[in-house]
């Protein structure tokens, strides 16, 4: 028995004083009001009514009964247009996820970018380099550099991102610039992560297994910031994102290293988990990060 049903069929009843009149009010038919009202009797195991040929009038259960269905039934429909409010205009509050530097550098000022926009949401940012479950841990949009394996996520790509070889200028005068991924044999290096393979992995043109080219790590961070600027201040060849190290090339103090070696650039994208009926604020931010976003080649 759907039971919000049942209760608009006994408020119409109530308020037409006849089952008839409420039968032609809802649109149905004289057997199927009976019915739900029978039903609704029997489950609540108390009568709502009293019958009689020529007319049918509350009982007392009936009668308290009255007033808590209409309060459910108007609670209902306030909850309902308050979905449908919130479904055309984007409003509450949204979780987004991306990682540390790309997110204070790009994500952040998108953010905010959208709230001026749309005042009515609220929004919790969580940076991390580190997987993030979205639906484990309650998020609704994750910015992800990197091809998407989840099959319960659906992604949306804005853009894409090298991996790139980065030194700065004083380390190449020293060891001079490397023509080919061999020539980094033993060189040292700096890392922006604490654990890993002492090497670095370069696609080789016609071959399926990649070379391995083991490197002497001398300094690792658990962040990329203080990785870059060690690698800016000569300690050693760095591997980053290019938007990582953007800054400090264009100042001069990295150079890039073995682009003819580059792998394919990685996609990044906007995802959230599949739903049929998005939120309007999700649905809102993943066009406005599109938007923002288009073209993107760092």
Known sequence: MDRLKAMQVFVRIAEQGSLTRAAEVLGSSLPAVVRTLAALEAHLGVRLFQRSTRRIALTEDGRHYLDSAREVLAAADAADRLLSQEAGTPAGQLTVTAPVLFGHMYVAPAIMGFMRAHPQVRCRVLLHDR??????????????????????????????????????????????????????????????????????????????????????????????????????????FGRFFSYQVLGPVRDGRLQWVLEDFEPPPRPVSVIYPHARHLPARTRAFVAWMKKTFEGLRL
């Not at 479950?133 to 853009?159: C, H, K």
């Not at 080919?180 to 033993?186: F, I, M, N, S, T």
């Not at 040292?188 to 490197?215: C, E, I």
């Open 131 to 236: 997987p993030v479950n979205l639906v484990e841990e309650g998020i609704d949009v994750g910015i992800r550099i990197s091809p998407l394996e989840d099959s319960s996520l659906v992604a949306q790509q804005l853009g894409t991102i090298r991996r790139v070889v980065v030194a700065s200028p004083a380390l190449l005068r020293e060891r001079g610039l490397p023509q080919h991924p061999r020539d980094l044999a033993g060189a040292p290096a700096v890392r922006g992560q604490l654990d890993g393979a002492p090497h670095w992995s370069f696609d080789q043109p016609g071959r399926r297994t990649p070379l391995q080219v083991p490197l002497d790590v001398r300094l690792a961070f658990n962040h990329i910031a203080p990785a870059v600027e060690a690698c800016a201040a000569g300690m050693g």
